[in-house]
Nanobody, 113 residues
């Protein structure tokens, strides 16, 4: 059974940083592409960043230069380093085995003073 478990969310002031983690189990982690999505309050879920099994990564324009996705295959974990956080980054963040219906439970990120 495939399982993704996120952690690392919380409340942070504007300009602050957080690092989200997502650990996978039940999959050959190093062979799969992974992604982070987010769902702001009252809005649809949207892609934030992805990283392929080969390490190729990309992110949406609204987070470029502030967020970095990375992976540690030895730990079956994908990370999202979020710097210079803004109130509009407030959302529930979800880990996804990219291109599949496999999702984590989500972790809340709130950016507020």
């Amino acid at each position: 059974q495939v399982q993704l478990v996120e952690s690392g969310g919380g409340l942070v002031q504007p300009g602050g940083s957080l690092r989200l983690s997502c650990q996978g189990s039940g999959i050959f982690f190093r062979a799969v592409n992974m992604a982070w999505y987010r769902q702001p309050p009252g809005k649809q879920r949207e892609l934030v960043a992805f990283i392929t099994s080969a390490g190729t990564q990309n992110s949406v324009d609204s987070v470029k230069g502030r967020f970095t996705i990375s992976r540690d295959n030895a730990k079956n974990t994908v990370y999202l380093q979020m710097n210079s956080l803004k109130p509009e980054d407030t959302a529930v963040y979800y880990c996804n085995q990219w291109g599949t219906s496999t999702w984590g439970q989500g972790t809340q990120v709130t950016v507020s003073s």
